[in-house]
């Protein structure tokens, strides 16, 4: 699944597109993502897209009449092409803008979300934006509000760091990774992080994201730029898909095991 930082690649690489451009048509087909499409978002015809952002693993694109959300779910790309290159199988929803540019999203197990919002109601005050906990690389997500916000949680630290009522972008190749650097096992319950290491998680989950937005992303197994090209941050994980190999830092093979129906990763030794 494309976390915060292939979702901030995939924002990189269509801004320059579809940023100011006014948009000349949209497409969809007749299959259902995780919801169906509207008819809605034929109000985006003749639209200037005035701002794209990103919140959580969303994509927003703001226009003046109206928003734009994008989730690219679990298998899904969005990719930069000339306008006329003919849809392949699973491409499923398009924008065509009047500078012959065309914003296409692929999802083969059609896990994503497209939805439109009018003017006058923006995704932010609405559901799924509207409850989700601050951006990793904000002034709000600091020590004083971790510490505090773990002392609610009884579950693991893995799981409660991949909750995005905590902190959003934090999923589960980034959470195994985070825990790791931090030597923190991830089998410890939330509430008994000490402050310190909450320091120690805030600046493993910058530092580990913002290395991978600059390799463009991990690509596991399908996850490609919006230019077409794979990830590369895949060749610096250090447990993630190790199970078996030696621990880099202490040669003691790395272990996995299930926590909250996914694959956690970790090294025995140093996370103790």
Do not use: W
Not at 51 to 59: C, F, H, L
């Amino acid at each position: 699944m494309p976390e915060l930082p292939e979702v901030e690649v995939t924002l990189r690489g269509i801004s320059s597109a579809l940023n100011h451009a006014v948009i000349k048509s949209v497409y969809f087909d007749d299959k259902s993502l995780r919801k169906p499409f509207s008819k809605d978002l034929y109000n985006l015809e003749g639209a200037k897209v005035t701002d794209i952002t990103r919140r959580a693993k969303y994509i927003v694109v703001t226009t003046d009449k109206g928003y734009l959300l994008i989730h690219l779910g679990m298998t899904g790309h969005l990719s930069v092409l000339d306008e006329g290159v003919e849809r392949q199988l699973h491409d499923h929803f398009d924008i065509t803008t009047l500078n012959h540019k065309v914003i296409r999203l692929n999802d083969t197990r059609r896990f994503g979300l497209v939805l439109y919002f009018a003017k006058d109601n923006s995704p932010y005050d609405n559901e799924p934006l509207k409850s989700l906990g601050p951006e990793p690389f904000s002034d709000e997500f600091n020590v004083d509000y971790l510490y505090n916000k773990l002392q609610r949680y009884k579950k693991s630290i893995k799981q409660t760091l991949m909750d995005n009522a905590v902190v959003v972008g934090v999923g589960n190749i980034y959470a195994s990774e985070v825990l790791f650097a931090s030597r923190i096992s991830p089998l410890r319950k939330a509430n008994k992080i000490t402050k310190k290491e909450c320091q120690l998680l805030i600046d493993n989950i910058v530092k580990i994201l913002k290395a991978s937005i600059e390799k463009g992303g991990t690509t596991i197994r399908d996850f490609q730029g919006a230019d077409g090209k794979l990830g590369y941050f895949v060749q610096n994980l250090s447990v993630y898909g190790h199970e078996g190999e030696a621990c880099k830092v202490c040669g003691t093979p790395i272990e996995s095991t299930v926590q909250g129906h996914r694959t956690t990763y970790y090294c025995p030794h140093c996370q103790k």
